[in-house]
């Protein structure tokens, strides 16, 4: 990830995806200030905070209180040009048989897909502990570029879920 800040404000970073080494993508022009939430999110929804406590288990357990919905979606500002790709996290609940106890168990992760420029996909299946790990890299990271300004200084309520889209 490389970080920009083209207009001044330290949320308004892009970040420049690479895979192995080589440049990937360009998405999510202006996207700190929601990583910085969503980071914030996370660790709230494994404390047991918000609708979270619904799920015994914290690596179920995401912001937000919809099963299955989207934490975020960055894309490339324009189609034509320089850049390109995109990159997204859904959640998921997947059902998973527990044959010592005869029964199904419920679970949710974190569907992170990154789409390159030339149409080739990956994807990550993340607990909450390791999406946490995954968003405070790159806030760090985006924080580092930046010298050390304060990414959440725009903070708002609905930290990471659908009430901050």
């Known amino acids: ?12 970073i892009t970040l420049e995806l690479h895979r192995d080494g080589a440049p990937y ?12 939430r969503l980071a914030r ?12 406590t619904r799920w015994a288990d914290p690596d179920d357990r995401f912001p937000g209180g919809e099963p299955d919905s989207e934490l975020f ?29 005869g029964e ?13 420029v030339t149409g080739v996909g990956m994807r990550a299946v993340l607990t909450s ?3 946490s790990v995954f968003v ?5 990271e985006a924080e580092g570029c930046l010298e050390g300004r ?6 708002g309520d609905g930290a990471g879920t659908g009430d901050s889209r």
């Not at 990830?1 to 308004?12: K, N, Q, R």
């Not at 999110?41 to 979270?52: F, H, L, S």
């Not at 199904?104 to 390159?116: D, F, Q, S």
């Open 104 to 116: 199904w168990r419920l679970t949710r992760r974190a569907y992170v897909e990154a789409w390159g």
């Open 129 to 131: 502990a390791e999406l």
């Open 25 to 36: 993508g360009s998405v999510g022009e202006r996207c700190g200030w929601q990583l910085a």
């Open 41 to 52: 999110g996370v660790d709230e929804a494994r404390r047991g905070g918000g609708a979270a």
């Open 150 to 155: 304060d990414l959440a200084r725009n903070a």
């Open 1 to 12: 990830m490389a970080c920009t800040d083209s207009v001044g404000a330290p949320y308004e």
């Open 73 to 101: 979606s960055f894309r490339y500002r324009t189609r034509a040009g320089r850049g390109g790709g995109e990159l997204s996290c859904q959640l998921r609940t997947i059902p998973m048989w527990q044959p010592a106890q």
């Open 136 to 140: 405070r890299g790159l806030v760090n």
